[in-house]
């Protein structure tokens, strides 16, 4: 079985080409595989995840999602939303919903009937401990269980892939912790691949591989997946 999904010799320029995010990078996530992306702001480690999961497209190279390239905006949206689910560090929850329309709205157009949609949204919710929360709306929330309440959207078309931007950063530690041991205790009991971008080292060692950035250039990987990169002025 080959990469879930891969960069390959991908190039991200801005400012008609006058900056250089990325240059000839190639990376490969599998299966089932948690990668974290280390890096301070500024180092180019959220460029490289747009670009994994089609949220910004390269100027050079292609992406590829199990083994075949995905070119455009209405191809990746398609991949979106049947593969990918995405944890952002603002949460990203819409604040007239409760937590349970929140998780219902990820699979309108993919899980048919309203009751089998609220079925799943409260079985998942449930799962994270938020069975007792199901209908409050985000700012009656802590910001732990807005997170909780975004992971268990990103899990409702139960993609093959979650990107997590930042997971824990709005987040105190202890918050931060429970966070990281729901995301990687998902990743390995459903083979879920994980790719976290952060900027905590103690965040990253809980992933398989980390893959480190520093003012757009990868300085450190381990053998399988290494990535090559040269950059100038990463977003």
Do not use: Y
Request: overall charge neutral; hydrophobic content about 45%; aromatic content about 2%.
């Amino acid at each position: 079985m080959g990469p879930l999904i891969e960069l390959v010799h991908v190039r991200r320029e801005f400012d008609g080409g006058r900056i250089v995010a990325v240059a000839d990078v190639s990376l490969s996530v599998e299966h089932g595989e948690s990668v974290a992306i280390i890096g301070p702001s500024g180092s180019g480690k959220s460029t490289v995840l747009n670009l994994l999961c089609g949220l910004d497209q390269p100027s050079g190279g292609e992406v590829r999602f199990e083994g075949k390239a995905v070119h455009g905006p209405r191809a990746w949206a398609e991949v979106r939303a049947d593969h990918i689910g995405f944890v952002f560090q603002n949460f990203c929850l819409i604040p007239t919903l409760t937590a349970k329309e929140n998780v219902e709205v990820a699979m309108l157009g993919r899980i048919a009937g309203a009751a089998k949609r609220a079925e799943r949204a409260v079985s998942l919710l449930t799962s994270l401990g938020l069975g007792e929360r199901l209908h409050l709306k985000p700012m009656k929330l802590s910001g732990g269980e807005r997170q909780r309440v975004a992971i268990a959207r990103a899990l409702a078309n139960e993609p093959r892939l979650i990107v997590a931007d930042e997971p824990t950063g709005a987040l105190d530690r202890k918050s931060a912790h429970a966070i990281m041991d729901i995301l990687t205790g998902l990743q390995r009991d459903t083979r879920t691949a994980l790719v976290i971008v952060t900027h905590d080292r103690e965040v990253a060692d809980t992933c398989g591989r980390k893959i480190e950035m520093v003012d757009g250039r990868i300085v450190n990987g381990p053998a399988t997946g290494i990535v090559h990169a040269v950059a100038g002025g990463a977003r």
